[in-house]
């Protein structure tokens, strides 16, 4: 199945010269949200992990489903406020100014493996501030996992130093 072709891009959204990739269109048809959980899965065939991270929100939408279907732990990163309990915090750089995330203290044991998953890698700001709350706890990072890479803006060679995949992409 083509998943690219069950996004909806919207041109000029939220600002002028913005191409927003709308994967609510994925997520209500359930062949094509079962297709997007089947190659998610595929790629990791050959990464050796302990928990799927999935950075909030749209992460979280196909992180923990992943989880289940790969019978690991499920971790999310979170917006600020959002979790009780002792947390690591990370402020990372956006295009228009900055933002937070933030995962609990105890999420992880030294040494566990964890694949970081999110909808769409642009920058990659906020997958490097996932990367950093999952060392800062002890963790390792087994690769990042993207639905939609924009090539354009050169997100993962911010990256370089981890393994990055991404099943659909764009130039912005």
Do not use: Q
């Given at each position: 199945m083509d998943l690219k072709s069950k996004i909806r891009v919207i041109e000029d959204y939220p600002t002028e010269g913005i191409s927003f990739k709308d994967i609510t269109t994925l997520l209500r048809d359930k062949d094509a949200f079962r297709e997007t959980i089947d190659q998610l899965e595929e790629k990791l065939k050959d990464y050796d992990f302990d928990y799927i991270a999935g950075i909030e929100s749209r992460g979280l939408i196909f992180g923990a489903p992943l989880a289940d279907r790969l019978s690991k732990g499920f971790i999310p990163i979170r917006?600020?406020?959002?979790?009780?309990?002792?947390?690591?915090?990370?402020?990372?750089?956006?295009?228009?100014?900055?933002?937070?995330?933030?995962?609990?203290?105890?999420?992880?044991?030294?040494?566990?493996?964890?694949?970081?998953?999110?909808?769409?890698?642009?920058?990659?700001?906020?997958?490097?501030?996932?990367?950093?709350?999952?060392?800062?706890?002890?963790?390792?990072?087994?690769?990042?996992?993207?639905?939609?890479?924009?090539?354009?803006?050169?997100?993962?060679?911010?990256?370089?130093?981890?393994?990055?995949?991404?099943?659909?992409?764009y130039n912005h």
């Open positions: 917006k600020p406020g959002k979790l009780p309990g002792e947390i690591e915090k990370v402020s990372y750089e956006l295009e228009y100014g900055s933002n937070e995330l933030e995962m609990h203290k105890d999420a992880l044991e030294e040494g566990e493996r964890v694949v970081i998953l999110d909808d769409l890698i642009a920058t990659g700001g906020s997958a490097k501030a996932a990367a950093k709350l999952v060392e800062a706890v002890g963790g390792k990072v087994a690769c990042f996992e993207f639905l939609i890479e924009l090539t354009d803006l050169k997100g993962r060679d911010y990256l370089k130093d981890y393994d990055v995949i991404s099943l659909i992409k």
